[in-house]
């Protein structure tokens, strides 16, 4: 078949030629009223420049090809019932998304104040880009939207995230040819090699080419037709193209290609669902590649100088308003052009014709509940947490891999919800490498390419995906919870930086969010950070990053939450926890080996809730003031700060130690700024005022200063953590390198102790030895010493039970 659609008058009448057009240029009015404020905003007639009083409240495109993909979906929409929701790509195309919403309803419907004539015409216009108004993009205030696009590359991922299993649902996703230079969205192209017809929706990249980024034409605009061809074919796409600047035959044109395409993905869901073997070739699925001028139907020369079809139209075609009567008649004659008085009545609603082209309802593409996803958000089915706890009777007398145990709780709250298929896991090819391999059980990895004999755990109806591109993870992941499902995202700890964009932005809306009475909560964001730096005697320094953390910190305090559980019960409790949770992105750090176990499960429970207590049994304060606070955030810290102490009591059994254990991290800030941070009379109760605190963290050590800085006795805090010192080593090796082994612990208990007790001289000259015994050990064997791999917990105490 040709790549171009043939032009024959089934396509469209001529009627809805006209009412296309009509909702076209309407959008186009819109779109350029809000960006240029005018106190007539309607225009019906010529206007004496002296009465116009204009204001530039922004500086972006008019984005016509948005409101043209628009008007032609909506077409689809009413001729096909089709259940359509559309991401807008192109960052600066919020105004074009603010003009579609307002002229189908939807946006009346969200805001009732923004009412459909000209005193609500002119509140849309004031408000955007204005203090006390609404972004530039298509943010959560923006009703139909799941994709901000304020920082570009996300638009694909969001969309196939938001098809997977949505069996009835397509996804038109606009691609602006600057996004499609990023490297997120280069990736996203493959994400139909995942997309099963049987159980998903659809997704209709719409690649847009208008030529022109900021200043620089785009790669995909200028490479020859049948190269860019041949690289969508090569992704397994089949293209369509609809190219000009006529409209009158680009409207045929695209409504031609758009049949086509509907076709196609219709075609395509029959006869795999029909057929259940239908997988076993992966469908060849559409997608529109839309040519059409940069700023089209824009002023075509400013100052002599192109504009349309040309960069110039990407940033202020006509600025200086109020100072350059040329710019401003040309303003004038722009919004004109589009016939304001065909478009709108004499009170300034949207003419008779152009109401009937839009859909009715919930298929409006404003007000689809997959674009605003809590209202379809169901909880999950959750499987008991007491028949996946480890069992002990004391403190260190087992050891466990807690993410395997998490492994075998996620496998169960998958089965727990297979007739409801509303949960994922997603991660960069690491699932079974972070210890999570028990999910296999019950569900494969996703997979509709070949399947060679000798692979095991790929299927089409797998529930775990993984794609080694945490860009592309993430963008799937949100663009599901965004549409009303859960899911589980698993990566080293040193990688996860990656998206550290991608993080930011989903903070920002869910924090934007909470402020739209309209946006229903949706389900958390989770991650699990493993593999993680005190663990990489193989990978090295590459692997050795703990900051993502911090990365999280900089997010309102109530959008964030990290948690280090010491052990599995712990760890249990909270992906229990988080999986339960909306508006949230939570964050667990746990390691892979196999480590002690410290608490069971009903203790577990207590401290989780806490997020902070006194590990009374690992303490010796005998209900007095301590002389010392020992405390630890992580497990690999927790484990080295029981062993210092178990040093100290041992050979310094009068020193009064108390163990405090940090499991949600957010309890350490003030209860004012965060609702889990501690007050501080609780602070103080815990730290003391005044006693030296040698505070064992598993990140870098100024985050806990960052979080205690106001803390009375914040300046006796001596945080041992993370400090970029890094190699290829033991695990044990690790902890020497950064100060924060069981060894130098105890040199720092003893450096800001009273040196009254005289067995503090012979232990610290014990403890230097150690650490001189350690690195000629490892150096010689290639592992760290007996007494550091065969410890256990065992204080001299009568106390632990």
């Known amino acids: 078949m040709s790549d171009y659609v043939a032009v024959t008058p089934k396509h469209l009448s ?112 004031r408000q955007f880009s204005f203090p006390g108004g609404i972004p530039s993009h298509a943010a959560p205030d923006v009703p139909g939207s799941i994709n901000e696009g304020g920082e570009l590359g996300y638009s694909l991922s969001h969309a196939f995230g938001a098809a997977f299993d949505n069996p009835d649902l397509v996804v038109a996703c606009v691609v602006g040819d600057g996004e499609a230079e990023t490297g997120p969205l280069t990736a996203a192209w493959h994400s139909n090699k995942f997309l099963n017809p049987q159980r998903d929706g659809a997704v209709l990249p719409i690649l847009h080419l208008n030529g022109y980024k900021i200043a620089n034409p785009t790669i995909l ?100 308003l109020a100072d350059n009567p040329e710019h401003l008649k040309l303003l004038e004659d722009w919004l004109l052009s589009y016939r304001p008085e065909e478009l709108f009545d004499a009170k300034g609603a949207p003419m008779a014709a152009i109401v009937e082209t839009t859909p009715q309802g919930r298929r409006r593409m404003g007000c689809n509940p997959h674009a605003n996803g809590g209202v379809l958000r169901k909880s999950l089915e959750m499987p008991d947490l007491e028949s996946h706890a480890i069992a002990f009777s004391r403190p260190g007398e087992v050891k466990a891999e807690g993410t395997k145990l998490m492994g075998v709780f996620l496998r169960d709250v998958m089965q727990a919800n297979v007739t409801s298929k509303n949960f994922r896991i997603v991660g960069p090819d690491e699932t079974a490498s972070n210890r999570l391999q028990n999910v296999f059980e019950v569900t494969d990895r996703t997979w509709m390419a070949t399947v060679l004999p000798e692979d095991t755990n790929l299927g089409p109806n797998g529930r775990v995906m993984e794609i080694l591109s945490e860009h592309t993870c993430q963008g799937w992941l949100e663009g599901y919870l965004l549409t009303g499902r859960h899911g589980f995202f698993s990566c080293y700890e040193a990688f996860i930086h990656i998206v550290d964009s991608m993080f930011n932005q989903h903070a920002k809306w869910l924090d934007a969010s909470r402020d739209i009475p309209w946006r229903q909560p949706i389900s958390s964001l989770n991650y699990l950070l493993t593999s993680h730096v005190w663990h990489q005697e193989h990978n090295g320094f590459s692997h050795q990053d703990p900051g993502f953390i911090d990365v999280a910190l900089n997010k309102k305090a109530d959008v964030v939450r990290v948690y280090l559980p010491p052990d599995a019960n712990t760890l249990l409790c909270v992906t229990d926890h988080v999986l339960r949770t909306w508006d949230r992105i939570n964050i667990i750090v746990a390691g892979k080996p196999p480590l002690w176990q410290w608490l069971s499960l009903e203790a577990a429970r207590v401290h989780c809730k806490a997020g902070i207590g006194i590990w009374q049994w690992a303490s010796n304060e005998d209900g007095f003031e301590p002389d010392v606070v020992m405390a630890c955030a992580g497990d690999v810290p927790t484990l080295e700060t029981l062993a210092a102490v178990s040093i100290l009591r041992k050979s310094m ?49 100024w985050t806990i200063h960052r979080l205690t800085y106001r803390r009375t006795n914040h300046d006796n805090f001596h945080v041992r953590g993370y400090n970029e010192e890094g190699t290829t080593t033991t695990p044990f090796d690790m902890t020497v390198l950064n100060g924060l082994d069981r060894f130098s612990l105890v040199l720092s208990v003893l450096d800001r102790i009273p040196a009254s007790d005289p067995a503090a001289a012979l232990l610290r000259q014990r403890m230097q030895a150690k650490l001189l015994e350690h690195t000629e050990y490892i150096r010689t064997y290639g592992q760290d010493m007996p007494e550091i791999l065969n410890w256990r917990w065992d204080a001299h105490s009568d106390k632990i039970d």
């Not at 530039?56 to 689809?76: D, E, K, Q």
């Not at 395409?261 to 060849?284: K, L, N």
């Not at 350490?668 to 005044?690: I, S, Y």
Request: hydrophobic share 35%; net charge neutral.
């Open 14 to 125: 001529s009627h809805e030629m006209e009412q296309i057009d009509l909702y076209w240029r309407a959008a186009n009015y819109l779109t350029v009223g809000q960006i240029y404020l005018l106190d007539n905003p309607l225009l019906r007639k010529p206007l004496k420049l002296e009465h116009v009083k204009p204001r530039l409240l922004g500086h972006w495109g008019t984005s016509p090809g948005l409101s043209f993909i628009y008007a032609h979906l909506n077409r689809i929409i009413r001729q096909h019932d089709a259940n359509i929701i559309y991401i807008c790509g192109p960052g600066h195309g919020g105004p074009a998304m603010v003009a579609n919403a307002y002229l189908e309803g939807s946006y009346t419907s969200c805001y009732p104040d923004v009412t459909r004539n000209e005193k609500g015409m002119h509140k849309l216009f």
């Open 653 to 701: 059994p009068k020193l009064r130690i108390r163990v405090v254990n940090i499991v949600d991290l957010m309890a350490l800030q003030p209860k004012e700024r965060h609702p889990h941070g501690l007050a501080d009379d609780e602070f103080d109760a815990m730290f003391t005022k005044d006693r030296p605190v040698i505070f064992s963290y598993h990140g870098y050590p």
């Open 221 to 320: 605009a200028r490479i020859p037709h049948e190269e860019l061809r041949s690289l969508f074919v090569g992704y397994g796409y089949h293209p369509i193209f609809v190219e000009g600047e006529d409209p009158t035959l680009m409207h045929e044109l695209m409504a031609a290609a758009l049949d086509e395409a509907m076709g196609r993905i219709r075609s395509i869901q029959t006869i795999s669902r029909q057929d259940y073997d239908a997988h076993a070739s992966r469908p060849v699925w559409p997608m529109i590649i839309l040519r059409s001028p940069k700023g089209w139907t824009g002023p075509k020369q400013v100052d002599g100088l192109k504009t349309e079809g040309f960069w110039r139209s990407h940033q202020v075609p006509l600025s200086g």
